[in-house]
């Protein structure tokens, strides 16, 4: 055997054991004629001290190499508290080198400002880092944590395929061409959504995996070509149910990995609540700064802009930016359309500087719209409804940090939920799904479909973690009718409805029960968890912002013979 014990194990108590180690070179010290090689390995990290013939071997060493040493435990005369293994070292008898190494290419410093090209390039020396692995440690305890929880609650972990049907679902799918049928393509699944939707039908009342989804859309620090979901359905529920029990689930998670008690039932708002106050469906709410309409107020003043514009919200601040701020913030602002950020600061009851001289008339109203008070400075934009939401929501968030506002520390869980079912896409002039076409609209609103479709609410609810979207679900269509309806307002009529999804609806038609779901994004949750933003630190071999992976080179060329036997003719 190559190891009796692994580097982070031995302990004072194993003085006076004769134990074999493997591992990798961490480090090499020598002190007059004793040598101390630092091993590592994913458990830890020993000691290591080389008499003077084995010694002069070792010394020369590269870090990084692979060693397999023998020896007898010792207590160290000093202990290093740093280390788990810090009571004892390991007087070496014997010593060989089993694999040595190249010089490596990249620094293994937990704080090396290394490229992301290059981690990417040698992930396999990235993953050997302190951090990387705890990474992937706590992913792991992570998964394991969802699937206790689960599994508590009589949920089956069903695998779904990966080779499926292409559907619409928003995102681009990746194509598979078929060598056996000449012309076309399976998709690889951008979620289980149709699978898990048919074990409900074929009855197994709840089901989760740990499902791989893959989507081709462009990419930002959040998202991967290739991602992980902990994908659930249930049957015989409502929302709250769900809910209910995604609350139970993350309570056992957080104290199982974190240690840390999870206060429910959660907080919910609603979308018009989160939308009003925040600007944003997916709310940070670590910190105040809500914003206001002040819409029907501003118009009453002189300002053109203000009595033009379709809407005006205000964010009050708690503080007096200098003219060189108030240019940078203006600069956040206008990354998201707005043209402009007006602004006045409350000084011993009336307003200075910025707009404040179009203002006076509404000082009274405004102050008590606002709740500005002296030493803070009001700001507004006026725009669309989107423009004007998309503005202030970021805007928000960056005061949020700039002015210290926000815990890092602080975990704010909530619900999100009364989404509408459908949203207007003004490119395509036509409605739009919200979340997915297969969402129940509620009860209460299911008679404006026809005539009013942006009426019409969702049976859906988001998780948001500190401004983040956790994952997402809904209660689920599982009538044919329905169904039809809602792929009508998206301009999907039955023809075209029975070809994209007809071995779903034929399945509603032979006693489907209602049920509804959830999806976590596992990548995020393990991240925010961690208090990190990079999914791919939480990802073993994740892709490039090209899509690109430089460990293997791919996507690459293949040979024509192999594009031939596909029946693929690629245009250059």
Same mark, same amino acid.
């Given at each position: 055997?190559?190891?009796?014990?692994?580097?982070?194990?031995?302990?004072?108590?194993?003085?006076?054991?004769? $134990?074999?180690?493997?591992?990798?070179?961490?480090?090499?010290?020598?002190?007059?004629?004793?040598?101390?090689?630092? $091993?590592?390995?994913?458990?830890?990290?020993?000691?290591?001290?080389?008499?003077?013939?084995?010694?002069?071997?070792?010394?020369?060493?590269?870090?990084?190499?692979?060693?397999?040493?023998?020896?007898?435990?010792?207590?160290?005369?000093?202990?290093?508290?740093?280390?788990?293994?810090?009571?004892? *070292?390991?007087?070496?008898?014997?010593?060989?080198?089993?694999?040595?190494?190249?010089?490596?290419?990249?620094?293994?410093?937990?704080?090396?400002?290394?490229?992301?090209?290059?981690?990417?390039?040698?992930?396999?020396?990235?993953?050997?880092?302190?951090?990387?692995?705890?990474?992937?440690?706590?992913?792991?305890?992570?998964?394991?944590?969802?699937?206790?929880?689960?599994?508590?609650?009589?949920? &089956?972990?069903?695998?779904?395929?990966?080779?499926?049907?292409?559907?619409?679902?928003?995102?681009?799918?990746?194509?598979?061409?078929?060598?056996?049928?000449?012309?076309?393509?399976? #998709?690889?699944?951008? #979620?289980?959504?149709?699978? @898990?939707?048919?074990?409900?039908?074929?009855?197994?009342?709840?089901?989760?995996?740990?499902?791989?989804?893959?989507?081709?859309?462009?990419?930002?620090?959040?998202?991967?070509?290739?991602?992980?979901?902990?994908?659930?359905?249930?049957?015989?529920?409502?929302?709250?149910?769900?809910?209910?029990?995604? *609350? +139970?689930?993350?309570?056992?998670?957080? @104290?199982? %990995?974190?240690?840390?008690?999870?206060? %429910?039932?959660?907080?919910?708002?609603?979308?018009?609540?989160?939308?009003?106050?925040?600007?944003?469906?997916?709310?940070? &709410?670590?910190?105040?700064?809500?914003?206001?309409?002040?819409?029907?107020?501003?118009?009453?003043?002189?300002?053109?802009?203000?009595?033009?514009?379709?809407?005006?919200?205000?964010?009050?601040?708690?503080?007096?930016?200098?003219? @060189?701020?108030?240019?940078?913030?203006?600069?956040? $602002?206008?990354?998201?359309?707005?043209?402009?950020?007006?602004?006045?600061?409350?000084?011993?009851?009336?307003?200075?500087?910025?707009? #404040?001289?179009?203002?006076?008339?509404?000082?009274?109203?405004?102050? +008590?719209? %606002?709740?500005?008070?002296?030493?803070? %400075?009001?700001?507004?934009?006026? =725009?669309?409804?989107?423009?004007?939401?998309?503005?202030?929501?970021?805007? +928000?968030?960056?005061? !949020?940090?700039?002015?210290?506002?926000?815990?890092?520390?602080?975990?704010?869980?909530?619900?999100?939920?009364?989404?509408?079912?459908?949203?207007?896409?003004?490119? *395509?002039?036509?409605?739009?799904?919200?979340?997915?076409?297969?969402?129940?609209?509620?009860? @209460?609103?299911?008679?404006?479909?026809?005539?009013?479709? /942006?009426?019409?609410?969702?049976?859906?609810?988001?998780?948001?973690?500190? !401004?983040?979207?956790?994952?997402?679900?809904?209660?689920?269509?599982?009538?044919?009718?329905?169904?039809?309806?809602?792929?009508?307002?998206?301009?999907?009529?039955? #023809?075209?409805?029975?070809?994209?999804?007809?071995?779903?609806?034929?399945?509603?038609?032979? !006693?489907?029960?209602?049920?509804? !779901?959830?999806?976590?994004?596992?990548?995020?949750?393990?991240?925010?968890?961690?208090?990190? *933003?990079?999914?791919?630190?939480?990802?073993?071999?994740?892709?490039?912002?090209?899509?690109?992976?430089?460990? =293997?080179?791919?996507?690459? /060329?293949?040979?024509?013979?192999?594009?031939?036997?596909?029946?693929?003719?690629?245009?250059?």
């Amino acid at each position: 055997m190559y190891r009796t014990h692994t580097c982070g194990e031995l302990r004072r108590a194993d003085v006076g054991k004769t $134990v074999q180690l493997a591992g990798w070179v961490h480090k090499v010290r020598t002190h007059g004629s004793l040598t101390f090689l630092d $091993v590592r390995d994913r458990y830890g990290l020993t000691q290591v001290t080389l008499a003077a013939d084995l010694g002069e071997k070792a010394s020369s060493l590269r870090k990084e190499s692979v060693v397999s040493i023998e020896g007898t435990v010792t207590a160290k005369p000093e202990a290093n508290k740093a280390l788990a293994t810090g009571e004892i *070292e390991v007087a070496a008898t014997n010593f060989s080198v089993l694999n040595e190494s190249d010089v490596i290419p990249i620094s293994l410093d937990d704080d090396a400002n290394t490229s992301d090209e290059m981690r990417l390039k040698y992930r396999y020396l990235d993953l050997r880092k302190s951090t990387m692995k705890d990474n992937l440690v706590f992913r792991h305890e992570l998964a394991q944590a969802f699937r206790e929880a689960l599994n508590r609650e009589h949920f &089956l972990e069903i695998e779904t395929p990966l080779l499926i049907r292409s559907t619409p679902e928003g995102a681009r799918d990746f194509l598979v061409p078929s060598r056996l049928n000449k012309g076309h393509f399976y #998709s690889l699944p951008q #979620s289980p959504q149709l699978y @898990k939707q048919l074990l409900m039908v074929s009855g197994m009342d709840r089901y989760y995996q740990l499902a791989k989804c893959l989507r081709d859309e462009d990419l930002r620090a959040d998202r991967q070509p290739e991602f992980t979901q902990i994908d659930l359905e249930m049957s015989f529920v409502q929302a709250d149910d769900v809910m209910s029990l995604l *609350e +139970r689930v993350m309570t056992h998670v957080l @104290k199982t %990995t974190k240690q840390i008690d999870l206060a %429910t039932p959660l907080r919910r708002i609603s979308y018009a609540e989160s939308m009003e106050k925040y600007g944003i469906d997916r709310p940070d &709410l670590r910190f105040g700064l809500e914003l206001v309409d002040v819409t029907e107020l501003l118009k009453k003043t002189d300002m053109n802009v203000f009595k033009e514009a379709p809407m005006i919200k205000a964010l009050v601040a708690p503080k007096v930016f200098s003219r @060189k701020e108030i240019d940078a913030l203006t600069d956040v $602002v206008k990354v998201y359309g707005a043209k402009g950020l007006a602004y006045a600061t409350f000084q011993e009851g009336t307003f200075t500087g910025g707009v #404040s001289k179009f203002l006076e008339p509404i000082v009274s109203d405004l102050q +008590r719209a %606002t709740a500005v008070e002296n030493g803070q %400075t009001i700001f507004f934009v006026a =725009d669309t409804w989107k423009t004007t939401n998309d503005a202030l929501a970021h805007l +928000r968030l960056h005061l !949020g940090k700039e002015l210290g506002l926000i815990d890092p520390r602080q975990l704010s869980f909530c619900w999100v939920v009364d989404f509408p079912l459908f949203e207007w896409d003004e490119e *395509e002039k036509r409605f739009s799904p919200m979340h997915h076409i297969f969402s129940m609209p509620q009860e @209460k609103t299911m008679q404006y479909i026809e005539t009013e479709p /942006a009426r019409v609410l969702g049976d859906l609810y988001d998780l948001v973690l500190n !401004g983040t979207e956790l994952g997402g679900g809904g209660i689920r269509i599982h009538r044919q009718d329905i169904q039809e309806r809602v792929l009508a307002v998206i301009g999907m009529d039955s #023809s075209a409805a029975q070809n994209k999804f007809g071995f779903l609806l034929e399945s509603f038609k032979y !006693g489907a029960p209602p049920h509804g !779901g959830f999806a976590f994004g596992f990548d995020r949750v393990a991240a925010l968890l961690s208090g990190q *933003e990079d999914i791919r630190d939480f990802i073993a071999f994740p892709k490039n912002k090209q899509m690109q992976s430089p460990l =293997d080179d791919s996507p690459n /060329a293949v040979e024509k013979d192999q594009l031939d036997e596909l029946h693929i003719n690629v245009q250059k």
